[in-house]
């Protein structure tokens, strides 16, 4: 009797009881999408609303040209004025603004403007940029006068001048070639000749001592 129950118990079926029901879970990638979204919609909303809140700036307002308004006349005075005072940075918006006025082969003023170039690029004020922008103004304007002029002893005078700048500028070999073309082109232009020896001389000799180098004045 005892095996019958026993065999009952064992093959009678176990009820149990509804399992609680868990809780949905949303994939845990769809959650981090959503908060990504909302960070950087509220990264893009708050860069707007800064945009929109802080004042415009303004663009730096561009140089005054003191030239501005003057008299071709009254430009010049102020130009020649302020060279002599060897303030030749601050001559140039005044030869700048007689320029035009000038003919492009009135020589004494282009060599004027193209001397106040050369000598304010070498001024310690300014920067590298600038200084080298200079002097290719002042190249640019010789070779317009040179242009312009007439007369082998004219063009010679500009040809010399740019031999005299490109020698300040540490240029030596280009002076010489310059000056050999100036006496190309006005074999008697005064005491060119012996320049032109000196300066071939001082380039093959760069060690040579200043005063070996002494000779005639060569001007333009």
Do not use: N
């Amino acid at each position: 009797m005892h095996e019958k129950r026993r065999s009952a118990r064992r093959s009678a079926p176990r009820t149990r009881g509804p399992k609680p029901a868990r809780p949905a879970r949303k994939p845990r990638a769809f959650l981090l999408v959503i908060a990504a979204v909302l960070l950087l919609g509220g990264a893009s909303a708050g860069i707007a609303l800064w945009r929109r809140a802080r004042p415009a700036v303004a663009p730096p307002a561009a140089a005054r040209d003191p030239a501005a308004g003057m008299s071709a006349i009254e430009a010049a005075t102020m130009a020649a004025r302020l060279y002599r005072e060897d303030r030749a940075y601050e001559s140039l918006p005044y030869y700048r603004r007689v320029a035009p006025e000038m003919a492009p082969g009135r020589l004494d003023f282009r060599l004027e403007f193209a001397t106040a170039l050369e000598h304010a690029s070498l001024q310690s004020r300014i920067q590298s940029e600038e200084r080298v922008r200079l002097m290719l103004e002042c190249l640019e304007e010789l070779a317009r006068v040179e242009r312009a002029v007439q007369g082998p002893r004219a063009r010679a005078r500009v040809i010399v001048a740019r031999a005299f700048f490109l020698r300040v500028w540490g240029f030596p070999a280009d002076a010489v070639a310059e000056l050999r073309r100036a006496l190309a082109v006005d074999p008697s232009y005064p005491d060119l000749s012996a320049t032109v020896r000196l300066m071939e001389r001082r380039v093959r000799e760069p060690t040579l001592p200043v005063d070996a180098l002494e000779g005639p004045g060569l001007g333009y």
